[in-house]
């Protein structure tokens, strides 16, 4: 499993991995509890609203296929599911997590392209075995995991 940091507010958490993402909506938001996992490789952008004195900011994620909540009031942004509200004493600390998903889509982007080559190579291999009944469906899914899981 990949190191994990999590930030929570009174709205919800994200944890923070190197691969993905996962956002909690807390009970009684508008998502209700929802869970929305998203891969660091497909966020294109990370949006940050600062809180005012009247209304929460919020910390929202953008990337290709998303539900985007259009508008310019903060009420549109809590519509969003790629979305967590954030108030004013939780600010410093997601500005620390989107610091750190800046940093892990960088080095996504800067990943080497041979390496996924490989890891499709690899699958090719399995998939051919698993095919000719060399190998069990079971153990094609037990490498399968193992060679996905490495990412």
């Not at 310019?72 to 410093?92: F, S």
Request: glycine content about 6%; overall charge neutral.
């Amino acid at each position: 499993m990949d190191e994990q940091t999590i930030y929570r507010c009174d709205t919800g958490s994200i944890a923070v991995e190197p691969s993905k993402i996962i956002i909690k909506h807390a009970p009684g938001t508008y998502h209700a509890g929802k869970e929305k996992e998203i891969r660091v490789k497909a966020i294109s952008a990370v949006e940050m609203k600062k809180p005012g004195k009247l209304l929460a900011g919020y910390i929202s994620f953008i990337f290709s296929g998303a539900k985007e909540a259009s508008g310019k009031w903060t009420v549109d942004a809590a519509k969003n599911e790629n979305t967590l509200m954030i108030r004013k004493k939780y600010y410093a600390d997601f500005l620390k997590c989107k610091t750190l998903i800046d940093q892990y889509i960088e080095e996504a982007q800067n990943a080497s392209p041979s390496t996924a080559s490989s890891d499709a190579d690899e699958l090719m291999k399995w998939v051919a075995l698993k095919d000719s009944g060399a190998i069990t469906e079971e153990e094609y899914e037990i490498k399968k995991r193992e060679i996905l899981g490495a990412k």
